[in-house]
């Protein structure tokens, strides 16, 4: 009886401690959900360190600054009891001892069909003035991680619209693309032409660390009225604080896992990933990290793949995410230390060339240094074959370009040669393409075959 009792007791006590931890009244809970306030003690360019200030790694926390009015940062590292924050807007009327107090806001990205036709900064302000948005759901700001074998193969191909890259280079869909160049070479009108004519439900740009007057160009010129209508733009130009471009690129991306999540096909523009490691690279330096390649710190190598893995396919066929990454080669040069990082994790990269373009061709794509990592998923034998056959016309042509330009080469030396100037204007012909002209996958198939089977009494 008295066993009973002490039981019944039990049980009682322990419901009511339940009820306690769900109304937050227990004091373990209520003491665990409390974070310090803390005092700013330095301000070295942009990192602030406080003391007393309890808060993990990761979170937000607001800094009070003059007039009364506050600042947001974030916790990127701490020492002792040294806490170390990067704001995520201007500084202006920072003030020495100034109250550093935890913020409860979790990064977390509004996220509904209210975003489609939207421009929104890497906060999720709307940037357009066409009021608030409408939000149905939230997701948080870093993702989450697919199961590497739970995500579906890529076997479709994907429809870009330009010619050069759906027959010699194709794209399948939930692939991940870098798009290498330099500066001025065409990078921004390509990644315009892929706007408007891929076949994607929705689309979805990262202008991540790019001149603010670019971000209105892209959004009015390139993208226009009807590719906005399907497209959400996230823009974090260059005079925003570093963490403010790396949460614009995390943003984006968590955009478009979201659409990916409802079952959608999505094509993820991001430009640029080198901005995005630049803006690490600032953060990693102001708070001790040391710089290796180049002045990068590690923890830039480690965040590329973490943002670049969140794209691609979705787990029990629920739907995609395309990715496209411009990366810039500083001076041209392909071996930068974030160009040859991405290459290691992207599943392909296509290469812009300034002699190309510098020739008058666009879009002026590399093809004998592209490649596309599924292209043997989603191609036959025999489109490969022409694919091969092309790419051995142009790099015969290509070493012999000194002699040929200069008159000094001998029809008949080489046969490979011989056919590669019989077929080069028809070549740079079908590598030319207009930006306001589409060749779907079947179309750019048909002109390839047409350009290799002319009769012309070369085999394939």
Sequence with gaps: MTTSIAAAQWGEARNLRLAARLSNTDPLVANAGLAREGVLRRAVGLTLEASGCSAPL???????????RWVDAEVV?????????????????????????????????????????????SDGVPLDGRGPIRAESHMGLAGRSINPLMREPITHSLDVGVRAIN????????????LFAGSGVGKSTLLGMMTKFTAADVIVVGLIGERGREV?????????????????????????PPLARL????????????????????????????????????????VGEPPTTRGYPPSVFAKLPALVERAGNGADGRGSITAFYTVLTEGDDQQEPIADAARA????HIVLSRRIADAGQYPAIDVEVSVSRVMQDITDAPWRDR??????????????????AIGAYQRGSDPTVDEALARWPSIMEFLGQDVREASNVEQSKAALMQLLDDGSGFPL
């Design 167 to 178: 027959a010699l280079l194709p794209i399948g869909r939930g692939q991940r693309v870098g």
């Design 387 to 404: 694919i091969r056959k092309l790419k051995r016309l142009m790099s015969a042509y290509s070493t012999q370009r000194d002699l040929i």
């Design 345 to 348: 994790i992207l599943d392909g």
């Design 77 to 121: 590292g701490f020492a002792g009891d040294r806490t170390y924050l990067m704001p995520t807007a201007n500084l202006e009327g920072l003030l020495p001892n100034a109250r550093v107090v935890p913020s409860r806001q979790e990064g977390e990205v509004a996220v509904g069909e209210g975003l489609l036709g939207r421009v929104i900064d």
């Design 58 to 68: 990761g979170s937000r926390c607001r800094v009070e600054v003059a007039g009364g």
């Design 216 to 240: 209105r160009d892209f959004v009015e010129a390139t993208l226009g009225e009807e590719g906005l209508r399907r497209s959400v733009v996230v823009a974090a130009p260059a005079d925003r």
């Design 247 to 286: 949460h614009g690129a995390l943003r984006a991306t968590a955009i478009a896992e979201y659409y990916r999540d409802q079952g959608l096909h999505v094509l993820l523009l991001m430009d640029s990933l080198t901005r995005y490691a630049q803006a690490q690279r600032e953060i990693g330096l102001s």
